[in-house]
């Protein structure tokens, strides 16, 4: 289950979607999902959907690559989308003792569980093609503008690329951590919700203990290489917009006037 976590992790290419600009692929994500909320149809749907297929084609990704960044929140998607179906008010199709299914609840129901999918999956296709070091100079740069009144873009944009790093690398030394216990008889999966929660305990304190040593083991080595934040500072590689930069922005404004469009139509019809 641990391992499907895909979150924060980097996959390696050179397609066009790679050599983007961070802050090209980091603008259209914001942009897509404000989009997200704009779509009411299931036309609009479609084009988001299309979207995320065609970004996954030219990025090169596995096709189930994307598709395992949904699987460990699928739990909380069908939990969305069932309270829906029994607490929005409307026309009742099913209706036992104190649960009642309605036709509203259905369609809003699967509209925000599609909405937390598409989300899903732009996160990952960001992060899967930008490493960690290129997404941390892409967030300072767009923070820059805020230094003016005190916002300490550097340290915000270091801060959540390293927290995003070390994701995988947790939840990799979790699962070593619950192997070595079970082989020493733990039982994680059986009992009542409190005696799950105890035995969680040996799982916890060796996590909480490596993930001290390793900020500690960081923040040395940071230091030996005499990081002083991003004052005076200078890169290998400079971020440049290119032509491919202000081609997607293009499609990006395109596409969120193209879904501004139908939702205006479908209100007026």
Same mark, same amino acid.
């Given at each position: 289950?641990?391992?499907?976590?895909?979150?924060?992790?980097?996959?390696?290419g050179?397609?066009c979607?790679?050599?983007?600009?961070?802050? $090209?692929?980091?603008l259209? &994500?914001l942009?897509?999902? &404000?989009? %997200?909320f704009l779509?009411?149809?299931?036309?609009s749907y479609?084009?988001?959907?299309?979207? !995320? @297929?065609?970004g996954?084609?030219?990025?090169?990704?596995?096709a189930?690559?994307?598709?395992r960044?949904?699987?460990? =929140?699928?739990?909380?998607?069908?939990l969305?989308?069932?309270?829906?179906? @029994? +607490?929005?008010?409307?026309?009742?199709?099913w209706?036992?003792?104190? !649960? +009642?299914?309605?036709?509203?609840?259905i369609?809003?129901g &699967?509209?925000?569980?599609?909405?937390? %999918?598409?989300?899903?999956?732009?996160s990952s296709? #960001?992060?899967?093609t930008?490493?960690?070091?290129?997404? $941390?100079?892409?967030i300072?740069?767009?923070?820059?503008?805020?230094k003016?009144?005190? @916002?300490? /873009?550097?340290?915000?944009?270091? #801060?959540? $690329?390293?927290? =995003?790093?070390?994701?995988? $690398? *947790?939840?990799?030394?979790?699962?070593?951590?619950m192997?070595?216990q079970?082989?020493?008889? /733990?039982?994680?999966?059986?009992?009542?919700?409190?005696?799950?929660?105890?035995?969680?305990?040996?799982?916890?304190?060796p996590?909480?203990i490596?993930?001290?040593r390793?900020?500690?083991e960081?923040?040395?080595? #940071?230091?030996?290489r005499?990081y002083?934040?991003?004052?005076?500072?200078?890169?290998?590689?400079?971020?440049?917009?290119?032509k491919?930069?202000a =081609?997607?922005?293009? @499609?990006? =404004?395109?596409?969120?006037?193209? *879904?501004a469009?139908?939702?205006d139509?479908?209100?007026?019809?």
């Amino acid at each position: 289950m641990l391992t499907d976590i895909t979150l924060g992790q980097y996959y390696p290419g050179n397609s066009c979607i790679h050599r983007l600009d961070p802050r $090209t692929k980091i603008l259209a &994500v914001l942009f897509y999902m &404000v989009m %997200v909320f704009l779509a009411n149809s299931p036309l609009s749907y479609g084009i988001l959907i299309g979207f !995320i @297929v065609l970004g996954a084609a030219l990025a090169k990704l596995p096709a189930g690559l994307l598709l395992r960044s949904i699987k460990p =929140l699928w739990i909380i998607i069908l939990l969305t989308m069932v309270i829906h179906f @029994v +607490t929005d008010p409307g026309e009742a199709l099913w209706h036992w003792k104190f !649960i +009642t299914v309605t036709r509203e609840g259905i369609v809003l129901g &699967v509209k925000m569980s599609l909405r937390l %999918v598409l989300l899903l999956l732009v996160s990952s296709l #960001m992060t899967f093609t930008t490493s960690p070091i290129v997404l $941390t100079d892409g967030i300072e740069s767009l923070l820059r503008p805020f230094k003016k009144i005190g @916002v300490p /873009a550097h340290e915000l944009a270091m #801060m959540m $690329t390293i927290a =995003l790093r070390f994701i995988p $690398t *947790l939840l990799e030394e979790t699962d070593r951590i619950m192997k070595a216990q079970m082989s020493r008889g /733990a039982d994680f999966s059986s009992g009542n919700i409190m005696k799950r929660a105890k035995n969680m305990l040996p799982i916890l304190i060796p996590l909480f203990i490596s993930s001290f040593r390793r900020a500690d083991e960081l923040a040395l080595a #940071m230091e030996a290489r005499c990081y002083r934040g991003g004052e005076g500072r200078t890169r290998m590689h400079e971020l440049v917009y290119g032509k491919a930069d202000a =081609l997607t922005g293009l @499609v990006m =404004l395109a596409l969120f006037a193209l *879904l501004a469009f139908l939702r205006d139509r479908k209100s007026v019809g």
